[in-house]
């Protein structure tokens, strides 16, 4: 199976961002790591093992890649008006660094779904919905999409623009619309024992169905797998049967 890791170079973030690639061929899937930066994270508990014969066959393709929580939202030795400036610059970094990385990997523009767990999963979906013509679908695992889970009491016009649950209420321009009601790759799962998860993933369930955006939500049972780490079962669950 091939694995390569790269860094870019991102001049809008000021720093080097690595990203771990699985695979030479097949559906092109970015993940988010589940709880601040670390692109191998997805690896530690064992998402790629489990995956591997379908990376192998060239069914799928992955990009784990480094986030930047840590000098944004989660660095609490800067200002709320500083982790919003630098939670837009990482938005940027994706689309103007990371996208087309992916796209010379594959040797053109490919369809990308974006997945992930936790903060990842905030990304994740933040990342489709923002701009779902350029990826075809989202899976979001033990998500909150609300972003006052992360600024607490302060919210300014980035937060409202990185606030799936704020802002897909009053997304009415046709253009947009006709991407997210065409694509049928939208994936909310939450743990049974977490009811602010489930929560938030019925409050944006209802606003899918509310805009005829077509949707999967799946509360997963966490004492069927004792033994194993629950984000990473649910991503698998997703990406195995579903793709």
């Known amino acids: 199976m091939r694995k390569e890791v790269y860094t870019i170079k991102s001049d809008i973030l000021g720093k080097n961002m690595q ?94 779904i974006t997945a992930g767990a936790g903060i990842g999963a905030f990304h994740s979906v933040n990342t489709y919905f923002r701009r779902p013509d350029v990826f075809i679908g989202t899976i979001g695992a033990n998500g909150f999409y609300d972003i006052r889970w992360l600024s607490g009491a302060f919210y300014d016009g980035n937060c409202y623009f990185n606030s799936p649950l704020h802002y897909l209420p009053n997304l009415t321009e046709d253009y947009w619309l006709s991407f997210l009601q065409s694509q049928k790759n939208v994936y909310l799962l939450a743990e049974d024992s977490n009811w602010d998860l489930i929560n938030q993933s019925y409050r944006l369930g209802d606003i899918l169905n509310n805009k005829n955006i077509q949707h999967q939500i799946e509360i997963v049972n966490v004492n069927d797998f004792p033994t194993e780490n629950i984000n990473k079962i649910m991503l698998e669950k997703i990406i195995k049967f579903k793709f």
């Open 19 to 112: 990203v771990h690639i699985f695979g030479h061929y097949g559906i092109n899937f970015l993940l988010f790591p589940i709880t601040d930066d670390d692109p191998t994270e997805w690896e530690q508990v064992g998402l790629i093992k489990s995956l591997a014969p379908l990376i192998e066959k060239g069914h799928i393709k992955l990009f784990s890649i480094e986030t930047n929580n840590l000098d944004s939202w989660q660095n609490q030795s800067i200002s709320p008006k500083e982790r919003s400036d630098n939670h837009y610059k990482f938005n940027a970094y994706l689309m103007n660094d990371v996208v087309p990385f992916i796209f010379s990997d594959n040797g053109s523009p490919v369809p990308i």
